[in-house]
């Protein structure tokens, strides 16, 4: 399927260029491995993460700060059952992947150099705009791009202010990324196409079921498949 009538197309950043939650996935993963050696149910330990985390996500939004504020909220609760120096272990390396340039995918540079060509090319990602404005720097994807935008939260009204503010018909307007809540579904709720890329650690509260829409809808299961449907 050759999508010829796209005009703009737009890329989620996190887990769609590059890993990214699988470090969250990790460190949750250590954090919990600390308190089960203690004697603690894991699964008790997992469901107190998820409440917090999806309050703290509500109530402070995204970004790896905010991760590490839950962390600390659940070390508060068990500091006499963990050794200090193990959490803090689990937080420094954690800490440290914002730093350093992502761990973009195979084929994501190639793809977009190539697709540079034909195509305007955007970025839309969430959270703390710092931090993922030096993630967008740190991998060299603003000098593949036309713009960046970066929003506290994904949703239909934010996808409606970009295509009205640039004046773009939706239905020459193409969404690549991971989330079906983020990216798939509301760019087909306005009217967009969109295109899933899956990923195995998709963020849990990323995920939701697709509703695809007649037309609209294409799944690839790699980034350089992009040179063939474009």
């Not at 713009?147 to 295509?163: L, M």
């Not at 307007?173 to 990216?183: H, L």
């Amino acid at each position: 399927m050759k999508l010829t009538f796209i005009k703009q197309i737009i890329f989620d950043a996190d887990d769609t260029l590059w890993e990214n939650n699988i470090y969250y996935v990790r460190a949750t993963d250590d954090f919990i491995k600390l308190l089960t050696s203690k004697g603690f149910n894991r699964d008790q330990i997992q469901k107190e993460f998820d409440d917090l985390e999806f309050k703290v996500v509500e109530e402070r939004g995204y970004g790896s700060y905010n991760f590490v504020y839950i962390l600390e909220t659940l070390y508060q609760r068990y500091q006499n059952h963990i050794d200090y120096k193990d959490f803090k272990t689990i937080i420094d390396r954690f800490s440290e992947h914002p730093k350093i340039k992502p761990r973009l995918f195979e084929g994501v540079i190639e793809t977009l150099t190539y697709l540079k060509e034909k195509y305007k090319l955007f970025v839309l990602t969430k959270g703390d705009f710092k931090e993922q404005e030096q993630k967008i720097l740190n991998a060299g994807i603003h000098r593949l791009v036309n713009a960046y935008f970066i929003v506290p939260e994904k949703d239909d009204s934010v996808y409606k202010q970009i295509i009205a503010q640039h004046h773009w018909s939706p239905e020459e307007t193409c969404m690549v990324g991971n989330s079906p809540k983020s990216d798939i579904n509301p760019a087909l709720r306005v009217g967009m196409f969109a295109i899933y890329i899956p990923y195995s650690d998709t963020w849990k509260l990323d995920d939701e079921k697709i509703l695809p829409v007649n037309g609209r809808f294409l799944q690839v299961d790699r980034f350089p498949e992009l040179k063939k449907v474009f």
